[in-house]
């Protein structure tokens, strides 16, 4: 095979780049016989075997110097290697580089409008065709592993059952569990501090799991309108008629209009009488509030055999009802509306400042839906979601307004609006109390939540739980036993009474907010890292883009050449030595040295193009280079704007 002619080797004339630094002693071997020391001419030819590995001298074919300890990163130098060291003029800027007014000129052979940050990636040439092979070294066409899989070759050499093969989400080889380092200075981090906290990255890896669940073969309808993928979420299967009057089941669903996610929730047996019921519902659509689960759709239709009311709602993975958060054990559907199950005291304690928030968002929630005209009615256990700690919503919103329709228009909404105020003493009396049926014996309960909560809250709760039977006024905030005036027992006295519980409620949710900008900014910086590290990939070693800007290769068996640049002789082996220097360190021993804190500095100067300098050494230890990482960012910057260059040539 005879080896193609390349654009750069060492029968070629010297060549000086304009931008980048040309160490003299670097890049020994330039021209044929200049600045070749009697040592560095015997010295190991460096080899590059790939990505990632530390090529060790005595495992180089046909070397003639014996094997030394490797290239030391910057700070593991010991006295004999910087003997060693001495016998080398070192490489310092100033006195081989280029002068610099010509470093600071924009390379000239680049094209103008060549912008580094642009994204080649979305370049129409960029898109290598699914049918396209690509060619291999010895000139034969090898798979594109981008392409569709070839039958009998793709996966099946990795698992024994390709088919049944499921990949399961690592999150938890993610996880950095302890113990920590109890010692560090405050300026030092550990690996996590630089990514989102572990618990947070975990939680939002299993909603998405769950959002993306689906079960193969279900029996579940295979569409229910322009919805599929249905999933049951009901964690209990008996057929309860408790809510609704009718036996109620909620699935997880995918819609084929928006390929969003939502929960239908369906009333079985279901006739519509009225189509006015459905029409009135409209309303339901305009609440937005953060404590209501959002109502979007509500249809009938046969989909399950049997007539069905089909009500469609945001789905929010994994959340969990009030009652299977805190009532696990017990048939929980009626807590807070006449459960007849559990003992006192038997639940978990709820911190007051807990049943605060839980008050003022679900009365956030009721002030939206009172405001809108219409009831929630669904103020319990079972119908309250927890989407997050703490994170309250309110669910199953709007399903009454249908099923009772008509008996809801013999009676007027106000007296639905304070049964949900009741309804909402019951639930957090029940929490309180720590017993589902508290509110069968409601004196009971408040002397039993007196003990442990102040006095502020057990008079607010008895303020909920007594509606105005007659014109007696007496303010929620009042410690007197009694019942508020029909024109003051609203969602809006609640508030105004509660307000500094609000405000509270408010400083905490900002600074939680705070926490969460700030996580955010944490993967920002990794963000931009990961753009660093692509573009270092792209352009490390890459096979040689002998492309002329019409888009035709010189040379196409020379494409997978590793280019001429990236040899010891060429301009950019020092962007090579850089990658060595920052990921490739290996300690006094060979070991490697896998220093996180190491890597990221260095990618953080490299990006900042700061002035500092940095020693880069070959494998060999033959040649030294003292550049900044100024030097290094621009060398870098000129190879991607090179290979950009050669991407924008394709169009
Ligand atoms: N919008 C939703 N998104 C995600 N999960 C939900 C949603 N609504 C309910 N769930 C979950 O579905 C399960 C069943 O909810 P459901 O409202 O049917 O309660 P239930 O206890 O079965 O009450 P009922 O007997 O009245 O049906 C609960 O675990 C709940 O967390």
Same mark, same amino acid.
């Given at each position: 095979m005879t080896r193609p002619k390349k654009s750069l080797n060492v029968e070629s004339p010297s060549f000086t780049p304009n931008f980048t630094p040309k160490p003299a002693n670097a890049l020994p071997a330039m021209v044929k016989g200049i600045a070749l020391s009697p040592k560095s001419a015997g010295a190991?030819?460096?080899?590059?075997?790939?990505?990632?590995?530390?090529?060790?001298?005595?495992?180089?074919?046909?070397?003639?110097? +014996?094997?030394?300890?490797? &290239?030391? /990163?910057?700070?593991? %130098?010991? =006295? !004999? *290697? $910087?003997?060693?060291? +001495?016998?080398?003029?070192? &490489?310092? /800027?100033?006195?081989? %580089?280029? =002068? !610099? *007014? $010509?470093?600071?000129?924009?390379?000239?052979?680049?094209?103008?409008?060549?912008?580094?940050?642009?994204?080649?990636?979305?370049?129409?040439?960029?898109?290598?065709?699914?049918?396209?092979?690509?060619?291999?070294?010895?000139?034969?066409?090898?798979?594109?592993?981008?392409?569709?899989?070839?039958?009998?070759?793709?996966?099946?050499?990795?698992?024994?059952?390709?088919?049944?093969?499921?990949?399961?989400?690592?999150?938890?080889?993610?996880?950095?569990?302890?113990?920590?380092?109890?010692?560090?200075?405050?300026?030092?981090?550990?690996?996590?501090?630089?990514?989102?906290?572990?618990?947070?990255?975990?939680?939002?890896?299993?909603?998405?799991?769950?959002?993306?669940?689906?079960?193969?073969?279900?029996?579940?309808?295979?569409?229910?309108?322009?919805?599929?993928?249905?999933?049951?979420?009901?964690?209990?299967?008996?057929?309860?008629?408790?809510?609704?009057g009718y036996p109620s089941w909620i699935y997880k669903a995918t819609s084929s209009k928006d390929g969003h996610t939502y929960a239908l929730r369906r009333i079985e047996g279901f006739r519509l009488t009225s189509e006015q019921a459905i029409r009135s519902f409209q309303g339901w659509k305009r609440i937005t509030c953060a404590s209501v689960v959002r109502v979007h759709d509500a249809f009938t239709g046969r989909w399950f055999g049997d007539s069905s009311l089909i009500v469609v709602t945001d789905y929010h993975p994994l959340s969990r009802t009030l009652g299977e958060k805190y009532f696990p054990t017990i048939n929980n559907t009626r807590v807070g509306k006449g459960a007849s199950v559990g003992s006192a005291g038997s639940g978990p304690f709820v911190q007051e400042q807990d049943l605060w928030n839980y008050i003022v968002q679900l009365a956030g929630a009721l002030k939206a839906i009172h405001e809108a005209g219409f009831a929630a009615q669904t103020v319990s256990a079972s119908k309250v979601i927890l989407t997050a700690k703490n994170r309250l919503r309110l669910n199953g919103c709007g399903v009454l307004d249908i099923t009772q329709y008509e008996h809801r228009q013999a009676g007027g909404v106000g007296e639905l609006q304070r049964n949900d105020l009741l309804d909402l003493g019951r639930l957090v009396l029940s929490l309180a109390a720590r017993n589902a049926s508290a509110q069968q014996n409601v004196q009971k309960s408040l002397e039993f939540i007196a003990r442990a909560y102040s006095e502020r809250f057990r008079a607010c709760l008895v303020w909920l739980l007594?509606?105005?039977?007659?014109?007696?006024?007496?303010?929620?905030?009042?410690?007197?036993?009694?019942?508020?005036?029909?024109?003051?027992?609203?969602?809006?006295?609640?508030?105004?009474?509660?307000?500094?519980?609000?405000?509270?409620?408010?400083?905490?949710?900002?600074?939680?907010?705070?926490?969460?900008?700030?996580?955010?900014?944490?993967?920002?910086e990794n963000g931009r890292l990961i753009r660093l590290l692509t573009k270092m990939s792209v352009v490390l070693e890459r096979p040689d883009i002998s492309l002329t800007p019409t888009g035709t290769s010189t040379n196409s068996s020379s494409a997978n050449q590793p280019s001429n640049a990236w040899s010891e002789t060429g301009e950019r082996y020092?962007?090579?030595?850089?990658?060595?220097?920052?990921?490739?360190?290996?300690?006094?021993?060979?070991?490697?040295?896998?220093n996180l804190g190491h890597i990221i500095t260095c990618l953080n100067k490299m990006d900042a193009g700061t002035e500092e300098m940095v020693q880069l050494m070959s494998r060999d230890e033959q040649n030294i280079m003292i550049v900044s990482y100024r030097e290094v960012k621009r060398g870098f910057e000129s190879a991607w704007a090179e290979i950009s260059k050669a991407a924008a040539g394709r169009r």
């Amino acid at each position: 095979m005879t080896r193609p002619k390349k654009s750069l080797n060492v029968e070629s004339p010297s060549f000086t780049p304009n931008f980048t630094p040309k160490p003299a002693n670097a890049l020994p071997a330039m021209v044929k016989g200049i600045a070749l020391s009697p040592k560095s001419a015997g010295a190991a030819a460096f080899t590059p075997k790939g990505s990632g590995t530390v090529t060790r001298a005595a495992s180089m074919v046909g070397h003639s110097k +014996q094997a030394s300890d490797d &290239f030391m /990163p910057q700070h593991f %130098f010991q =006295p !004999q *290697q $910087q003997q060693q060291q +001495q016998q080398f003029s070192e &490489f310092v /800027p100033g006195q081989s %580089f280029v =002068p !610099q *007014q $010509q470093m600071d000129s924009p390379p000239q052979n680049l094209h103008p409008q060549i912008n580094p940050y642009a994204d080649p990636f979305m370049s129409p040439q960029g898109h290598m065709s699914h049918h396209q092979s690509i060619p291999s070294l010895d000139g034969t066409q090898q798979i594109n592993p981008y392409g569709p899989p070839a039958a009998g070759v793709t996966g099946q050499q990795f698992y024994q059952d390709n088919n049944s093969y499921r990949h399961p989400l690592n999150y938890h080889l993610y996880a950095s569990v302890g113990p920590r380092r109890e010692n560090m200075q405050p300026y030092q981090r550990a690996s996590a501090d630089f990514f989102i906290p572990d618990n947070i990255r975990d939680d939002l890896h299993k909603k998405s799991e769950a959002a993306l669940q689906v079960f193969g073969n279900s029996t579940l309808p295979q569409t229910v309108e322009h919805f599929h993928s249905l999933v049951a979420l009901d964690t209990n299967p008996s057929r309860t008629t408790t809510t609704f009057g009718y036996p109620s089941w909620i699935y997880k669903a995918t819609s084929s209009k928006d390929g969003h996610t939502y929960a239908l929730r369906r009333i079985e047996g279901f006739r519509l009488t009225s189509e006015q019921a459905i029409r009135s519902f409209q309303g339901w659509k305009r609440i937005t509030c953060a404590s209501v689960v959002r109502v979007h759709d509500a249809f009938t239709g046969r989909w399950f055999g049997d007539s069905s009311l089909i009500v469609v709602t945001d789905y929010h993975p994994l959340s969990r009802t009030l009652g299977e958060k805190y009532f696990p054990t017990i048939n929980n559907t009626r807590v807070g509306k006449g459960a007849s199950v559990g003992s006192a005291g038997s639940g978990p304690f709820v911190q007051e400042q807990d049943l605060w928030n839980y008050i003022v968002q679900l009365a956030g929630a009721l002030k939206a839906i009172h405001e809108a005209g219409f009831a929630a009615q669904t103020v319990s256990a079972s119908k309250v979601i927890l989407t997050a700690k703490n994170r309250l919503r309110l669910n199953g919103c709007g399903v009454l307004d249908i099923t009772q329709y008509e008996h809801r228009q013999a009676g007027g909404v106000g007296e639905l609006q304070r049964n949900d105020l009741l309804d909402l003493g019951r639930l957090v009396l029940s929490l309180a109390a720590r017993n589902a049926s508290a509110q069968q014996n409601v004196q009971k309960s408040l002397e039993f939540i007196a003990r442990a909560y102040s006095e502020r809250f057990r008079a607010c709760l008895v303020w909920l739980l007594n509606p105005p039977a007659n014109d007696d006024l007496v303010s929620p905030t009042t410690t007197s036993e009694g019942a508020a005036t029909v024109s003051d027992y609203n969602v809006g006295t609640l508030l105004t009474n509660i307000s500094d519980k609000v405000i509270s409620v408010l400083d905490s949710t900002l600074h939680y907010e705070d926490e969460m900008t700030n996580n955010l900014m944490r993967e920002l910086e990794n963000g931009r890292l990961i753009r660093l590290l692509t573009k270092m990939s792209v352009v490390l070693e890459r096979p040689d883009i002998s492309l002329t800007p019409t888009g035709t290769s010189t040379n196409s068996s020379s494409a997978n050449q590793p280019s001429n640049a990236w040899s010891e002789t060429g301009e950019r082996y020092y962007l090579k030595l850089f990658r060595d220097y920052v990921f490739h360190q290996v300690d006094h021993e060979g070991r490697p040295v896998l220093n996180l804190g190491h890597i990221i500095t260095c990618l953080n100067k490299m990006d900042a193009g700061t002035e500092e300098m940095v020693q880069l050494m070959s494998r060999d230890e033959q040649n030294i280079m003292i550049v900044s990482y100024r030097e290094v960012k621009r060398g870098f910057e000129s190879a991607w704007a090179e290979i950009s260059k050669a991407a924008a040539g394709r169009r």
